[in-house]
Structures are given as structure tokens and as C-alpha cells.
């Protein structure tokens, strides 16, 4: 899944915080515990002194009584568990505290192994107490005895957990704030950041209307305001496209029914003009001259190609206004069809037209049917000395059928590849190749119909692949 930006930033700030507040904290826990240790060492060898002080005399007469009240004034330090006084010998002459009796007996252990070789302070922490031993010696430095002092620990153990729990108390202010901090800067920062991502991908979708509510004086609320600027530009822009594609459909529809009318009405005087034209010349022809008869002739000529012209202008603008619902259209049988009606055709030039499994599309049937004819019916026409080979094809490619037709035959300079869609435009004289340069047109127009594209790949003496494209309704034959 992925993490949304709110939680990376809440996450990431929390684990700042939380690593550089624990090690600040650790590091404080690590001093504190050790000053309090030392501090307490300190205090111990001091302390230690000062007995070793008041017992120099008692020791050094041998006086045990008064050695006793010496320890027993020095006891009510209640940090000091026991202390031994020992003579030279490590031999406990005197003792007070806690635990079994030593007297008459040698301290064992490492520190009272140590002490007597020691000249100063030795300090051990074992069994839970704090052990500290030395000399007893006289101002001029000699040696009469040693001293071995056993404090409890409690007291820097309580400062040790006071220490722990302050910091730990510490810990979770510090939790806390990095909690806030965390959350406020999400609700600053990160929050306005994923509703603008948010509205920007509904913009980008095409929800147009939408706006962010952002209002503030940062980069941040002039990039909200920059996203709603361009909303509301691109909304207008696409108003503006909506309202020039309208119109340019009703200009086109208004277009075609002209052309439509225009041609249907021209046909009936154009009609009368031919009839009586020809009237004229089988009636009066034997009463004009040559050249009147000639006259004639061109006028009737000129009538009938008029009559030509305006028939195809009709058909050309029929497929705009008069074309049929799209229905599923089997475009092997269409192909089928196309091969009978240019029979003739095909039979004259000696043609060879083959066609690959073709598909089912949703078209409409006799516009298809006229396609084909026209393209298949110029790849047989515009043959040069050899028998006219043409071949329809089909494959798909992503979201629609590209349909191929290729021939043998005499080509097109690409510099026309795209003058030849144009009504009336022929690259060739009508005594050459006769014809009007209406086909491709009204291909083209069918096409366009059906969401496609056409187009012509060819080189001036090497045949022409016209193809078109058609969407797939997910079918195929
Ligand atoms: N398969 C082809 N090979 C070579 N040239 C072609 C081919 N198809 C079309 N053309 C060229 O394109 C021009 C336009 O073709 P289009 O089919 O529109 O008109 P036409 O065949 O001349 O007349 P119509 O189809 O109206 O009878 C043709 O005059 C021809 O020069
Ligand atoms: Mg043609």
C-alpha cells in the first residue's frame, strides 16, 4: 500500500524528535548515573579520611575503648554500614556495624589484599555495598594501621532512580510534543498538499467545477489559487471549444443540406435543359447548319456531365445526411459483395483480389460496401500494363481494426497523398482513367463517419496501400 503524504510527514517528524530527544536523554541518563557514582566515591574516600583522622590516636596507643567510641561517633553517619580498624598485620582490632564479628581475624578479599600494598584510597563496589580501605599513618608518614569503611548504597541508588524517573518522565513530554508537532505540522502543511493533489487529479480527470477552498498567504495558497486559475481557464476554454464544435456541426449540417437540396432541385432543370437540347437537334437538326448541330452537341455534352457532377455532389453529401443506424456489419461478406458488383471490372482487367479473414464491425453496411467499392474498385482501375494483383487486409491494433487495401499498380507521388480526398480532385485526365474524383472523398467522409482515419502510403510506380481504421466493438469473424 502506499503511504499517503500526511502519514510519512507525521511518521518522519515523530522519529526525528523521538531519536534526537533519546539521545539526548540517554547521553543525560549515562552522565547523571556516573556523576552520582563518583560524586558518591568522593564523598565514601572523604569520609573515610576523616575517620582514619580521629582514630590515628586510639590506634596508635592501642586504646580500644577508646577506638570503639571513635567508630561508634563516626557510625552515625547511617550511610556507613561497618567499619574495621586493623593493625599492621590486617588483623581487625577494632570493629562496629553490621555482620558477623571480625575481630582477631584478617579481612579477606582482593581489596584487603590490595590495601596494604596501596598508599592511598581503594574503593570496590561488591555485594551491594561500597567498600573503601587505606593507610592509617601518622603526619610524619609512617604506616600504623588500615582502615576499611562499608557503605550502603541506597542513597546514590535513590539518586540513580530519581534520575531514571525524571528522565523518563522527560521521555514522554518529549513523546508528546513530538506527537503535536508531528500532528500540527501534518494539519499545516501536508493536509492543504493532499487536498490540493486530490483536486488537481479531479481536475485533470475533467472536473472541471472543481475548486480548492485554500485561502492563505504561503506558496502553498498561491499554488491553490494557481490550480483554480487554470480550472477555471481550461472550463472556459472547453465552453469555448463545446460552443465552436456546435456550431461548427450546425454549419457543417447546414452545409450538406444545401449541397443535398441544391443538387436534388438543380437535377430537374438541368434535366429539361438535356431533353430539350436533344430535342432540338433530332427535330430541327436537318435545318441547322454544321455548325449549329456542333453547338448542340457541346451543349448536351455539357448538360451531361453537369448531370454527372451534380449526382455526385448528392451521393457525397447523402453520407452525411442520409446514412443508416450502425448495426454489427460482417465485413467478409461486405468484401464478398463489393467482388460481385465489380465482376465486370475485374474480369476485364484480369484482376486477382483476395482478402484475409475479415472482421465484424458496427457500421453501417451500405456506406461500408461503397467504401470498399471505391477502394477496391481504384485499385483495379488505376493499373498500368500488368494484371491489377490487390489484396484486402485487416489486423487490430489497440482500440480499433486497421484495414488495409493494396494494389499493383501505377501509385501516387506522396506529395498528393492527401489533395486525393478532396472533392473533384484527380490526379489524371478523364480520357486516361475515367471517373469525376468523388470516390476517395466520399471514403473518406464515410470513414470519419465510423470514428476512423484514412490515409494513402504509396510511391509513383510502385502500387498504393490504402488504409483506414475502424473501432472494435471486441468482435472478430
Ligand atoms: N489505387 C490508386 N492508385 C493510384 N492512384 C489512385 C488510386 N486511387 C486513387 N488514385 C488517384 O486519386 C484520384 C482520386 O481518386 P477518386 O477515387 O477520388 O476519384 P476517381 O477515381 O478519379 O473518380 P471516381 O472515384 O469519382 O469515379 C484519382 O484520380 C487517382 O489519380
Ligand atoms: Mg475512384
Redesign the pocket.
Given at each position: 500500500m502506499k503511504l499517503g503524504l500526511r502519514f510519512r510527514l507525521i511518521a518522519f517528524t515523530f522519529c526525528l524528535i523521538l531519536t534526537v530527544g533519546g539521545s539526548i536523554l540517554g547521553y543525560s541518563v549515562y552522565l547523571g548515573r556516573d556523576n552520582i557514582f563518583n560524586a558518591f566515591e568522593r564523598e565514601a574516600i572523604e569520609s573515610a579520611a576523616v575517620i582514619t583522622e580521629s582514630v590515628l590516636n586510639d590506634l596508635y596507643f592501642f586504646d580500644l575503648r577508646g577506638l570503639d567510641v571513635r567508630l561508634a561517633a563516626a557510625r552515625a553517619n547511617t550511610d556507613i554500614r561497618r567499619i574495621d580498624v586493623m593493625d599492621l598485620e590486617g588483623v581487625v582490632v577494632a570493629e562496629t556495624g553490621k555482620g558477623d564479628s571480625r575481630l582477631g581475624h584478617q579481612l579477606g578479599g582482593p581489596l584487603a589484599a590490595g590495601m596494604r600494598s596501596a598508599s592511598t584510597w581503594l574503593s570496590i563496589s561488591e555485594g551491594g555495598f561500597f567498600h573503601v580501605a587505606g593507610p592509617v599513618s601518622m603526619p610524619d608518614g609512617s604506616r600504623i594501621g588500615y582502615l576499611h569503611v562499608e557503605f550502603a548504597l541506597d542513597e546514590p541508588q535513590a539518586r540513580a532512580h530519581h534520575l531514571a524517573t525524571g528522565i523518563f518522565l522527560m521521555t514522554l513530554v518529549c513523546l508528546a510534543a513530538g506527537g503535536a508537532v508531528a500532528v500540527g505540522l501534518s494539519a499545516r502543511f501536508a493536509r492543504p498538499i493532499v487536498e490540493m493533489a486530490h483536486a488537481a487529479r479531479q481536475i485533470g480527470g475533467g472536473m472541471l467545477e472543481t475548486r480548492i477552498s485554500i485561502k492563505r498567504n504561503d506558496e502553498l495558497g498561491v499554488l491553490a489559487q494557481s490550480i483554480n486559475e487554470l480550472a477555471a481557464n481550461r472550463q472556459k476554454a472547453e465552453k469555448a471549444l463545446a460552443e465552436k464544435a456546435e456550431e461548427l456541426t450546425r454549419s457543417n449540417q447546414e452545409l450538406e443540406q444545401f449541397a443535398y437540396v441544391a443538387s436534388h432541385d438543380l437535377q430537374e432543370p438541368l434535366r429539361m435543359i438535356t431533353g430539350y437540347t436533344q430535342l432540338l437537334a433530332k427535330r430541327y437538326g436537318d435545318k441547322l447548319d454544321q455548325n449549329a448541330n456542333e453547338y448542340i452537341d457541346y451543349a448536351v455534352e455539357g448538360a451531361k456531365r453537369m448531370q454527372g457532377l451534380i449526382r455526385?455532389l448528392l451521393t457525397y453529401s447523402r453520407v452525411g445526411t442520409r446514412g443508416k443506424e450502425f448495426a454489427l456489419t460482417d465485413c467478409e461478406a461486405v468484401v464478398a459483395g463489393t467482388l460481385r458488383v465489380l465482376q465486370p471490372a475485374i474480369e476485364e482487367s484480369a484482376a486477382t483480389v483476395t482478402y484475409d479473414p475479415l472482421p465484424t464491425v458496427m457500421g453501417d453496411e451500405t456506406q461500408l460496401l461503397q467504401l470498399f467499392q471505391?477502394l477496391i474498385g481504384?485499385?483495379v482501375?488505376?493499373r498500368d500494363s500488368k494484371p491489377p494483383v490487390v489484396h484486402v487486409s485487416c489486423k487490430q491494433e489497440g482500440e480499433h481494426w486497421l484495414f488495409s487495401v493494396r494494389?499493383n499498380?501505377?501509385?501516387?507521388d506522396p506529395q498528393y497523398a492527401n489533395r486525393?480526398f478532396v472533392i473533384f480532385?484527380?490526379?489524371?485526365g478523364r480520357d486516361k482513367?475515367a471517373?469525376?474524383?468523388?470516390?476517395?472523398?466520399v471514403c473518406k467522409k464515410i470513414v470519419e463517419r465510423h470514428d476512423g482515419k484514412i490515409w494513402v502510403e504509396s510511391e509513383l510506380g510502385k502500387g498504393?496501400t490504402f488504409h483506414f481504421t475502424i473501432p472494435t466493438n471486441g468482435e472478430r469473424t
Open positions: 455526385d471505391n481504384n485499385a482501375k488505376y494494389d499498380g501505377i501509385g501516387i486525393i480532385q484527380r490526379l489524371h482513367y471517373g469525376t474524383g468523388i470516390g476517395l472523398a498504393a
